[in-house]
């Protein structure tokens, strides 16, 4: 059902009992499960409307003591980034903040210097890739 519409059989699971209502709850069913399509786990991401369901997802990914890069490797392995650069841009930009404000103490610049990181990161794999 995730597979064909992931926000249908998200409200599925809710509406059996089988899964809480919170962003919390929604995000580890996510995580912890890898049978899910990566595709539609990335559009569902994406989605603005599920902005706190995606930060619960990135603390999931337990990014605390991560360098930058190791991070967004970890994150980014979950899913399948979808082709729109918004989404994409929308995504990116959600894991820098997550980090940065995750690893304020251990870093040396400031959460618009993690975004560009982050962006130069993905621009740099794209070129090699």
Known sequence: KFEINPHSAVMYMIDKAT??????????????????????????????SNHAILNAFLDKCKLSGLRIDDALRVFLASFRLPGEGAIIDYLVSSFAKRWHSANRSRVGFDMDTSIKLSFYMMALNADLH
Do not use: R
């Open 19 to 48: 899964l809480k209502t919170d962003p919390g709850s929604i995000a580890g069913f996510l995580h912890k499960t890898p049978e899910l399509s990566k595709k539609q786990l990335g559009k569902f991401l994406g989605t603005e």
